[in-house]
């Protein structure tokens, strides 16, 4: 497969995902265009239709994290794809855009809109529980996904329970980057030198995964050596930039150890064409590891450019959130019984094939685009 090719392929799936605004099974008084506008600006809010009356389908809010993320930006494609097959959820989609103010924003926003229910993808989880908590105060259910939000988040108690009066569907940040750092132990070389890239500081995901590695990686690999180690907040711009100024100090750069996979593409990127990372035969002199098992990731161990990364199905998020989200709305359990979690198999090289099948059989990833 050809490197331009992929490039190709990446840079569509990105432009895609990012300009994907969704509004699901809009009653005639509804009107797309905030929620459309506010997931590519992050400025504008949600529609302002009043709350379903009985026996409408009840108005279901998704806040987003950012659309330029790439794992966001398919989850909440997932969301809207999920919520089709309810008629009794219509769901509105907005994005925060990476920004705490505005995401906080749409969160005080969803009040004034009196949403039936409330799924929140939090950026940072300290920032955003305060507007959750109000969320719940004004007696609007509150699922929190990817990550959950805790009642330490809210308090600083030291309580990692899920915050009182919500539910999440989540999964575990440490068995994801367990995956792969229980691989690297192995496969790193001896005295490596190792560069880090982390996601939002304060952000659940993000911290859960780095100390997933400390466990089970650098605790038993005293021997190598992190050479750089800096916040990219989950984007691959800023990963790319980190590692274009990383490389330049003329030391290899044995492995990237990123806590997501659109931050590892940011710094393969960066080192792609550089002869001292990647052969004239494709084979390379680095390895990476992910998380996620997006797309994107999954076309770069195909590649031979990622090492493995571990899948956070968005679509098995999506498909529990608006399951439970139904059975909230319908009165058949409260949104404090909603407590449920995917699992992270691993992906490498050995079975990706069957995860791109997946994601050419979803329209994801274009078969035609994968040709030789």
Same mark, same amino acid.
């Given at each position: 497969?050809?490197?331009?090719?992929?490039?190709?392929?990446?840079?569509?799936?990105?432009?895609?995902?990012? $300009?994907?605004?969704?509004?699901?099974?809009?009653?005639?008084?509804?009107?797309?265009?905030?929620?459309?506008?506010?997931?590519?600006?992050?400025?504008?809010?949600?529609?302002?239709?009043?709350?379903?009356?009985?026996?409408?389908?009840?108005?279901?809010?998704?806040?987003?994290?950012?659309?330029?993320?790439?794992?966001?930006?398919?989850?909440?494609?997932?969301?809207?794809?999920?919520?089709?097959?309810?008629?009794?959820?219509?769901?509105?989609?907005?994005?925060?855009?990476?920004?705490?103010?505005?995401? @906080?924003?749409?969160?005080?926003?969803?009040?004034?809109?009196?949403?039936?229910?409330? &799924?929140?993808?939090?950026? @940072?989880?300290?920032?955003?529980?305060?507007?959750?908590?109000?969320?719940?105060?004004?007696?609007?259910?509150?699922?929190?996904? @990817?990550?959950?939000?805790?009642?330490?988040? =809210?308090?600083?108690?030291?309580?990692?329970?899920?915050?009182?009066?919500?539910?999440?569907?989540?999964?575990?940040? %440490?068995?994801?980057?367990?995956?792969?750092?229980?691989?690297?132990?192995?496969?790193?070389?001896?005295?490596?030198?190792? *560069? %880090? =890239?982390?996601?939002?500081?304060?952000?659940?995901?993000?911290?859960?995964?780095?100390?997933?590695?400390?466990?089970?990686?650098?605790?038993?690999?005293?021997?190598?050596?992190?050479?750089?180690?800096? +916040?990219?907040?989950? @984007?691959?711009?800023?990963?790319?930039?980190? $590692?274009?100024?990383?490389?330049?100090?003329?030391?290899?750069?044995?492995? &990237?150890?990123?806590?997501?996979?659109?931050?590892?593409?940011?710094? &393969?990127?960066?080192?792609?064409?550089?002869?001292? +990372? %990647?052969?004239?035969?494709?084979?390379?002199?680095?390895?990476?590891?992910?998380?996620?098992?997006?797309?994107?990731?999954?076309?770069?161990?195909?590649?031979?450019?990622?090492?493995?990364?571990?899948?956070?199905?968005?679509?098995?998020?999506?498909?529990?959130?608006?399951?439970?989200?139904?059975?909230?709305?319908?009165?058949?359990?409260?949104?404090?019984?909603?407590?449920?979690? *995917?699992?992270?198999?691993?992906?490498?090289?050995?079975? %990706?094939?069957? +995860?791109?099948?997946?994601?050419?059989?979803?329209?994801?990833?274009?078969?035609?685009?994968?040709?030789?």
């Amino acid at each position: 497969m050809k490197l331009k090719k992929i490039s190709a392929v990446l840079l569509s799936l990105a432009m895609v995902a990012s $300009m994907a605004g969704c509004s699901s099974k809009p009653s005639s008084s509804s009107s797309t265009e905030g929620a459309q506008e506010a997931e590519s600006t992050g400025d504008a809010q949600a529609d302002e239709s009043a709350p379903a009356a009985s026996g409408e389908a009840k108005r279901v809010c998704f806040v987003a994290r950012a659309s330029a993320d790439t794992f966001a930006a398919w989850l909440t494609s997932e969301m809207k794809a999920a919520a089709e097959g309810y008629d009794n959820i219509e769901l509105t989609c907005v994005s925060g855009e990476a920004d705490d103010n505005t995401e @906080n924003g749409l969160l005080e926003d969803c009040i004034t809109k009196e949403y039936d229910l409330v &799924i929140v993808q939090s950026n @940072n989880n300290a920032a955003q529980a305060p507007y959750v908590q109000q969320l719940v105060d004004a007696g609007i259910p509150v699922i929190t996904t @990817n990550p959950t939000t805790h009642q330490d988040d =809210l308090d600083g108690s030291g309580d990692n329970s899920v915050l009182a009066g919500t539910g999440t569907v989540d999964a575990d940040p %440490v068995a994801q980057a367990q995956v792969g750092a229980e691989r690297a132990v192995e496969e790193v070389p001896e005295n490596a030198n190792v *560069v %880090v =890239l982390r996601g939002p500081s304060g952000n659940f995901h993000a911290e859960k995964r780095r100390e997933a590695w400390d466990t089970y990686f650098f605790s038993q690999r005293e021997d190598v050596n992190i050479l750089y180690e800096d +916040y990219a907040n989950w @984007n691959s711009d800023e990963a790319l930039t980190l $590692m274009e100024a990383w490389i330049q100090s003329g030391t290899h750069v044995d492995a &990237i150890i990123s806590m997501n996979d659109n931050m590892a593409a940011g710094a &393969i990127e960066a080192i792609r064409q550089n002869p001292d +990372y %990647v052969n004239a035969d494709g084979t390379t002199s680095f390895l990476a590891y992910g998380v996620d098992g997006t797309a994107q990731g999954c076309l770069l161990i195909k590649e031979g450019l990622l090492t493995c990364t571990a899948l956070q199905s968005a679509a098995d998020l999506a498909k529990k959130n608006m399951e439970y989200a139904s059975k909230v709305l319908g009165g058949e359990m409260a949104v404090t019984e909603v407590n449920d979690y *995917v699992d992270a198999p691993e992906i490498n090289a050995d079975n %990706v094939d069957e +995860y791109i099948q997946i994601y050419v059989d979803n329209g994801e990833i274009s078969a035609d685009q994968l040709g030789e």
